[in-house]
């Protein structure tokens, strides 16, 4: 079963913990524009499982890919990189 082992993981600052065991993550992307060679930031959120409700507005999270959790949880916690008090 390798096709399991191949889920996506991202890196984001948590935006909301104000639902019960969910986290609204958003994820910065930065890419060149083919033609023009600007550098393009885009933002997109993301609704995450938090199952112990550890992680708080402001911190730095890695989460995954998993399966659907309900109609808009796709992801799930996987470690708090960084907390917002926390120096590097």
Do not use: C, W
Not at 27 to 37: D, F, M, Q
Not at 60 to 83: D, G, H, N
Request: charged share 30%; glycine share 4%.
């Amino acid at each position: 079963m390798a096709f399991l082992a191949n889920k996506k993981t991202f890196i984001g600052t948590v935006l909301s913990n104000k639902m019960t065991k969910t986290i609204v993550v958003d994820v910065e992307t930065k890419s060149l524009h083919p033609l023009y060679r600007k550098l393009i930031v885009r933002n997109k959120k993301y609704h995450v499982h938090d199952e112990k409700n550890t992680a708080n507005v402001g911190d730095f999270v890695q989460f995954k890919e998993t399966r659907p959790l309900s109609a808009t949880k796709k992801y799930i916690l996987t470690k708090i990189i960084k907390t917002k008090g926390e120096k590097k």
